[in-house]
């Protein structure tokens, strides 16, 4: 039974992180460019938007997998799922704060969490692999 629940919950969690992850790629192709316009590391900061809304589609796509996998193996681990996520929400989460935050109030405390957020979702793969 708690797999089934983890498993419904990481189908719900993967598809609003694929419906989020489209929503800011479209917003990095189109508002997030206005915005910029004036600021001459407006491509840089443009082609880390992208990277961080491919990221989260994909790994979102991950997570609708890992939630069917749980599925399929009786008494299937968690930690894959919930390692995605986090790796999500640290890694294209920081980078998103981190390109709107013009100001550099925040890049400090952030700058170090994308770099563990991208760990997280390699270790997310790798459970993925012992599942």
Not at 57 to 83: F, K
Request: charged share 15%; hydrophobic share 50%.
């Amino acid at each position: 039974m708690i797999a089934s629940s983890s498993a419904n919950l990481f189908w719900r969690v993967g598809s609003l992180l694929g419906a989020t992850g489209v929503v800011c790629g479209a917003f990095g192709a189109h508002g997030l460019k206005k915005m910029l316009l004036k600021d001459p590391d407006s491509q840089k900061l443009i082609e880390s938007w992208k990277t961080a809304s491919q990221y989260q589609i994909g790994h979102a796509m991950v997570l609708l997998a890992t939630s069917i996998r749980m599925r399929q193996v009786p008494n299937a681990s968690s930690l894959a799922g919930w390692l995605f996520v986090t790796g999500i929400v640290g890694f294209s989460g920081s980078i998103y704060c981190l390109v709107m935050d013009r100001k550099k109030r925040i890049s400090k405390v952030l700058g170090p969490v994308t770099p563990i957020g991208g760990m997280f979702l390699i270790a997310g793969w790798a459970a993925l692999a012992f599942m």
